[in-house]
């Protein structure tokens, strides 16, 4: 029992900051789900088209051509007299999708409200539908309303399953981060290594050329003696 406590203590001193710092992402994020504004989103569809049977892939592509004219001022001026609402609005309300391989056009609109994203996203496709139409000789394709707008059950941000995860995942980084940094903190400083001790130069050519002279006076002094 001793040592599954010491083990456990270890654990804890190493790991709490982690510990402390998933808890409470998580907590921020399920704050940041209540309290944040709900966006609903609602889908209109629109489809091409064509006046000549056999061309299903040019419908494809005039799907998409007028997918990206969706947010586009053009199309928009109509729908902004509809809602009430500008047309810079809009832009950040509204977008179009498609499929590369149906000729169908999804225009999404958001609003604070069901009704408000419904609104903006059959204003959009009816303006679409009425601003291709008028061209419709020269494109050969023609835009049929598909399916009006339902209004969502659900706002579809905030989440607060993907809110709560978010913090969750938030606090394992800010946590890891911080053990990190303690361990580093941690660490012993490098010990320098010892000084070697000093080895003495050996002598140069110089030196033993420069006690010759004298070595040969002590010869010549001890051939004098003698």
């Known amino acids: 029992m001793s040592e599954l406590r010491?083990?456990?203590r270890q654990l804890a001193r190493r790991w709490w900051p982690v510990a402390l710092a998933v808890p409470l992402g998580a907590v921020a994020g399920?704050?940041?789900?209540?309290?944040?504004?709900?966006?609903?989103?609602?889908?209109?569809?629109?489809?091409?088209?064509?006046?000549?049977?056999?061309?299903?892939?040019?419908?494809?592509?005039?799907?998409?051509?007028?997918?990206?004219?969706?947010?586009?001022?053009?199309?928009?001026?109509?729908?902004?007299?509809?809602t009430g609402r500008t047309i810079s609005a809009l832009e950040t309300l509204?977008?179009?999708?498609?499929?590369?391989?149906?000729?169908?056009?999804?225009?999404?609109?958001?609003?604070?409200?069901?009704?408000?994203a419904v609104q903006s996203a059959d204003a959009v496709a009816?303006?679409?539908v009425a601003f291709a139409n008028t061209s419709s000789a020269e494109t050969g394709v023609k835009l049929v309303p598909l399916a009006a707008a339902a209004e969502p059950e659900q706002p579809t941000t905030p989440s607060k399953q993907l809110d709560v995860a978010v913090g969750g995942a938030a606090g394992v980084l800010?946590?890891?981060?911080?053990?990190?940094?303690?361990?580093?903190?941690?660490?012993?400083?490098?010990?320098?290594?010892?000084?070697?001790?000093?080895?003495?130069?050996?002598?140069?050519?110089?030196?033993?050329?420069?006690?010759?002279?004298?070595?040969?006076?002590e010869t010549v002094r001890a051939g004098g003696t003698r």
């Open 6 to 8: 010491q083990s456990a």
């Open 30 to 82: 399920a704050g940041y789900a209540t309290v944040a504004h709900p966006v609903y989103a609602a889908n209109a569809y629109v489809v091409v088209v064509p006046q000549n049977p056999g061309e299903g892939a040019t419908a494809v592509n005039f799907a998409q051509a007028y997918g990206r004219l969706a947010g586009q001022p053009q199309v928009l001026a109509g729908a902004a007299t509809a």
């Open 94 to 116: 509204v977008h179009g999708t498609t499929s590369p391989d149906a000729p169908v056009i999804e225009i999404t609109g958001t609003g604070p409200k069901p009704k408000d």
């Open 126 to 128: 009816k303006s679409l």
């Open 174 to 217: 800010i946590g890891a981060l911080v053990m990190m940094t303690r361990r580093r903190g941690d660490d012993p400083a490098p010990v320098p290594a010892a000084a070697a001790p000093a080895v003495p130069a050996p002598a140069t050519p110089a030196a033993s050329v420069a006690q010759e002279p004298g070595s040969a006076r």
